[in-house]
């Protein structure tokens, strides 16, 4: 079966690694990708495990004939069985693309569950809602990675007897406790201190405010508390980050560590791992640090809840005094029962190999695929 995926781009983000992982671990199935931009972080990857990637270095703004050409005329030399969509743009653009082509087996891949206006493009929910109006015409059928994203797109009009929801999966082998992580204590001296992190991309949608109010909140209780930031543009090059960490009052406690390709380890190091966003669909970090034995603290986005179960600690979004409450909450057991925290950890982990391994993501595509959902 061979399986056209045509995604916006193949940068370092949630629905590109889950599109990498499910092409690199699937066997008796012939993959190919079309990015309508560049190759970005995985490309490179993709194309070591052998599979053909195409780049068409399409413009951002999407509007050109000739890109639309240029698509067209690569599916009808590809020939695929079936075409996979990744992202509004790519499900617009590809699944017109695609029926021009006369490929009939389209399948779109929604990944947003937050579209309020002001944390989200005007572009990017003028598109989505296009492809509302289309979404009767186009797909077979709508994957979705989280529960919380089939209502978002139901209640702007997506058609929704079409959705399936598909869990991502992870490479539990490469997310595993007991890391060596004595590295990261000379690189960032960090002997001695109470540690938690946070992973993910400096962007609105983060709310890294919230994350760093509620260490404000905290900081005297806990003077050896430090935070990992790592992800794109945590850095201290990046004036309007560096501008809410002087607003917080809390910058002896953060480490911007930028963009790293050591996570697992990082996982591995944090005590406890913090989501303070205020829009996800799946969010891929929380899983990874779980995977990792690592419990989390987590605003309740998405499907973050569902991730976590009672293994680690939800709160309201955009809420700094809950987000305070919970880690007080879970450092008071780190600290003072050191046999309930092992059982959490223990359980983070189990939690994520029981329902989110990655060869279970992977049948489940397959079997929608070949219309057997």
């Known amino acids: 079966m061979k399986i056209l995926h045509i995604i916006t781009g193949l940068g370092d983000g949630?629905?590109?690694?889950?599109?990498?992982?499910l092409c690199t671990n699937s066997e008796y199935v012939d993959h190919v990708v079309i990015s309508l931009t560049d190759e970005g972080k995985y490309g490179a990857q993709l194309r070591k495990a052998g599979i053909d990637v195409h780049c068409l270095n399409i413009s951002k703004n999407f509007n050109s004939i000739l890109s639309f050409w240029q698509l067209y005329k690569l599916i009808k030399l590809i020939?695929?069985?079936v075409i996979q969509t990744w992202m509004y743009h790519a499900d617009l653009l590809g699944g017109v693309a695609a029926k021009f082509a006369g490929v009939e087996d389209v399948f779109w891949g929604v990944r947003h569950s937050n579209l309020t206006p002001g944390t989200v493009k005007k572009s990017t929910?003028?598109?989505?809602?296009?492809?509302?109006l289309l979404s009767k015409y186009i797909p077979k059928k709508i994957i979705c990675c989280s529960v919380d994203a089939?209502?978002?797109?139901?209640?702007?009009?997506?058609?929704?007897?079409?959705?399936?929801?598909?869990p991502n999966g992870y490479c539990l082998d490469r997310f595993k406790p007991c890391l060596d992580t004595s590295y990261l204590d000379v690189e960032f001296e960090l002997q001695g201190s109470l540690l938690v992190g946070?992973?993910?991309?400096?962007?609105?949608?983060k709310d890294h405010m919230n994350l760093f109010s509620a260490i404000?909140?905290?900081?005297?209780?806990?003077?050896?508390?430090?935070?990992?930031?790592?992800?794109?543009?945590?850095?201290?090059?990046?004036q309007e980050l560096m501008t809410l960490i002087e607003r917080s009052g809390c910058s002896e406690q953060l480490i911007l560590l930028g963009k790293r390709t050591d996570v697992p380890f990082i996982m591995n190091k944090i005590d406890i791992h913090i989501l303070s966003s205020l829009g996800e669909a799946f969010p891929n970090v929380i899983a990874e640090a779980m995977a990792c034995g690592t419990p989390c603290v987590s605003t309740d986005v998405g499907d973050a809840s569902l991730i976590v179960g009672d293994t680690g600690w939800i709160v309201p979004a955009q809420d700094s005094n809950a987000l305070a409450s919970a880690l007080r909450n879970a450092f008071y057991?780190?600290?003072?029962?050191?046999?309930?925290?092992?059982?959490?950890?223990?359980?983070?982990?189990?939690?994520?190999?029981?329902?989110?391994?990655?060869?279970?993501?992977?049948?489940f595509y397959i079997q929608v695929w070949r219309g057997g959902k």
């Open 125 to 132: 929910i003028l598109i989505a809602k296009t492809c509302a």
């Open 198 to 205: 946070m992973v993910g991309r400096f962007d609105i949608q």
């Open 150 to 166: 089939v209502k978002t797109h139901i209640d702007i009009g997506y058609e929704s007897d079409k959705f399936i929801t598909i």
């Open 216 to 238: 404000s909140k905290i900081k005297h209780e806990y003077p050896t508390i430090k935070c990992l930031l790592v992800g794109n543009e945590m850095t201290s090059t990046n």
């Open 333 to 363: 057991e780190l600290l003072s029962d050191s046999m309930l925290w092992n059982e959490r950890q223990i359980l983070a982990r189990k939690q994520i190999v029981n329902k989110f391994e990655l060869g279970s993501m992977v049948d």
């Open 79 to 81: 020939k695929p069985q």
């Open 14 to 21: 949630g629905a590109e690694g889950v599109l990498t992982r």
